[in-house]
């Protein structure tokens, strides 16, 4: 007991983490303190690649504009990210995607349309090509 205590012990010392996370560490790595550390390092590896590709698609998602058209002439541009949120509430309170859906339905009989405009240094024509 005092030896995996002691190895607990160096692997906080060493990586910085709880007792639970040294733990687990040296439980995945079958007792072996170096090995634990490694384990950790590539945890945290995979987990800040993560939080970096997450960071760059909200950085995309806010760069990118949701427009609003009737009958062509524009009537609300939103950020993307605004959209996404109104998605995931979608998502999560059923009762809203009944609301879009009519609203959805109501807006296209009514000649709206949505337009996506990828950034705001684009010029017309760039944007045309796209769509």
């Not at 030896?3 to 687990?24: C, M, N, Q």
């Not at 949701?66 to 949120?85: D, F, H, N, S």
């Amino acid at each position: 007991m005092d030896d995996i205590l002691r190895k607990v012990d160096l692997i906080i010392d060493r990586a910085g983490v709880s007792y639970a996370s040294a733990k687990e560490a040296l439980e995945q790595s079958g007792g072996s303190v170096i090995d634990a550390i490694i384990y950790l390092e590539n945890k945290l590896h995979t987990t800040a690649g993560s939080y970096h590709q997450l960071k760059g698609i909200l950085k995309k998602a806010k760069e990118t504009k949701i427009r609003v058209l009737k009958e062509g002439e524009q009537v609300a541009e939103v950020p993307m990210t605004a959209g996404i949120l109104g998605l995931v509430g979608t998502i999560a309170l059923p009762g809203l995607a009944a609301i879009g859906a009519i609203g959805s339905a109501a807006a296209l009989l009514s000649n709206y349309s949505l337009e996506v405009k990828k950034s705001d240094t684009m010029d017309d024509q760039q944007e045309e090509n796209l769509n």
